[in-house]
């Protein structure tokens, strides 16, 4: 059988963009060249998109987007033959390559957000990951939260703030639910923009600041008890990894500790009883499912200290680095990286 074509993106108009770059160096080294070629396909942080040709350590040291390894391209128009085109230097001549299936591996705005997806729904190319609305839903966590909510899962008390709302109105929502709290952009990943809250001198700031990250922000309270996730892999069928669990020593889960682990540890898998850990994977099918899931997402929750299951946010492009937790809590259940992203784009063609 002919290889198939797997247009991996990376990169992107984000503050996530490094990220990005780590965990499609991974998802690249990982395909199974037997059956799979892949096609990397960088965005620049000013939105130029490139073929990119050259040494794949290139993507993730940050030095892919240079004359000699990439290529100027774009998506085919055309929804029954599905192409990349290139566009070299004047002198030499215009090509195109076929498309099978798209991955994209690009994390927070622009990329995770249903504005790629739908990109590659528009053109009718085969998506290995969650379709247009549940990717936008998703990032949104708000409106994640509502959905959840109607679904039977406790989530936390919140409140939004548009950027011509009064700080008063943050105030006053703040001291009913007392500190500390959390102030979130709505739309954002990574933790960027992201302030716990322990007293109600610092809400200010910690409004501004993410603002600066999104037109909305988003007022939680806090949840005793620990963070888990769940890697589900499926769309009509649901599979699941190992929970894990995310062991902090102070503060939350913040973009140093989630690439460094400085003074936290993620414990795969998690260290609760064989009960409780099937309550929380079915509850996030249950989000997986109310939320417009498709082939795979990680769902995170809190668990407290009485056992209840209070809802987070899913990722559905989440870090997939070979060291990440969605891999990870994947191969505490028996399944290889590379069986991972062979069931992923198996599952987009088949949809």
Request: with cysteine.
């Amino acid at each position: 059988m002919r290889k198939w074509n797997v247009l991996v993106f990376f990169g992107g108009c984000s503050s996530e963009y490094e990220v990005s770059l780590e965990s499609a160096y991974a998802v690249i080294e990982n395909l199974d060249r037997a059956n799979y070629c892949p096609i990397p396909v960088g965005i620049t942080m000013d939105g130029r998109w490139f073929y990119f040709q050259g040494d794949t350590k290139k993507i993730k040291d940050n030095t892919w987007a240079n004359e000699k390894d990439s290529i100027p391209a774009m998506l085919s128009t055309e929804r029954v033959d599905h192409r990349l085109l290139l566009f070299p230097q004047p002198d030499g001549p215009s090509r195109s390559i076929p498309v099978d299936v798209a991955l994209p591996i690009i994390h927070g705005k622009n990329g995770e957000d249903g504005t790629l997806q739908g990109l590659l729904e528009l053109f009718g190319i085969p998506l290995a990951g969650c379709n247009t609305l549940s990717s936008a839903l998703c990032m949104d966590k708000d409106r994640a939260h509502k959905l959840a909510a109607l679904a039977g899962v406790r989530v936390p008390r919140s409140m939004t703030l548009n950027a011509n709302d009064p700080i008063a109105h943050a105030l006053s929502f703040a001291l009913e639910i007392g500190f500390p709290l959390y102030v979130k952009p709505v739309r954002s990943g990574s933790s960027y923009g992201i302030t716990r809250v322990e007293k109600l001198e610092e809400l200010s700031d910690a409004v501004a600041l993410a603002f600066h990250y999104d037109s909305q922000v988003i007022l939680e309270e806090n949840i005793a008890g620990f963070e888990v996730g769940c890697a589900v892999l499926g769309t009509q069928e649901l599979i699941t990894g190992e929970l894990d669990e995310i062991e902090l020593s102070e503060g939350f889960f913040n973009y140093t500790e989630k690439y460094t682990l400085k003074t936290s540890a993620i414990h795969v898998p998690a260290r609760i009883d064989r009960d409780l850990s099937a309550r929380l994977k079915e509850t996030a099918k249950v989000i997986y499912r109310a939320l417009g899931c498709s082939v795979f997402a990680r769902v995170d929750m809190f668990l407290t200290p009485q056992g209840e299951i209070v809802f987070n946010e899913v990722n559905t492009i989440p870090g997939f680095t070979e060291h990440s937790r969605y891999p990870g809590m994947m191969k505490a259940a028996g399944y290889s990286f590379s069986q991972v992203l062979d069931r992923i784009i198996r599952l987009a063609v088949r949809s």
